[in-house]
């Protein structure tokens, strides 16, 4: 099993800047990827990014390609989504969660949210004025 921790959530005026964090415990040995889940109220749970494994792979949802980099540091089990120009329509509360794979270098792209099994608590991102 793995256990996931999100912190660096805030408010931010718009145009601004925020790095989220997720830390990883547990079973960190196997293969798994990463992904970042965003909701706002009202709506579903919307996958933002993912990583491979081995960080190779990485994959972004259109709203955010160009602003968003999401990137991981095995040796510290740790992965990380910079956030840049960000827009009100960003605020939503933002999830890590892991799927195991079968590899290192499996396109996370390929995974389904219904495969993370693992997930963070959450936490708050707020773009506003």
């Known amino acids: 099993q793995l256990q996931l921790v999100e912190s660096g959530g805030g408010l931010v005026q718009p145009g601004g800047s925020l790095r989220l964090s997720c830390t990883v415990s547990?079973?960190?040995?196997?293969?798994?990827?990463i992904g970042w889940f965003r909701q706002a109220p009202g709506k579903e749970r919307e996958e933002v990014s993912c990583?491979?494994?081995?960080?190779?792979?990485?994959n972004y949802a259109d709203s955010v390609q160009g602003r968003f980099t999401v990137s991981r540091v095995n040796s510290k089990n740790t992965a990380s989504l910079q956030m840049n120009d960000l827009k009100p329509e960003d605020t939503a509360v933002y999830y890590c969660?892991?799927?195991?794979?079968?590899?290192?270098?499996?396109?996370?792209?390929?995974?389904?949210?219904?495969?993370?099994?693992?997930w963070g608590q959450g936490t708050q991102v707020t773009v506003s004025s």
């Open positions: 547990g079973f960190t040995e196997a293969y798994y990827a």
């Open positions: 990583i491979s494994g081995n960080g190779d792979n990485t």
């Open positions: 969660a892991a799927a195991f794979t079968t590899s290192q270098g499996m396109p996370c792209v390929l995974l389904k949210l219904t495969e993370y099994d693992y």
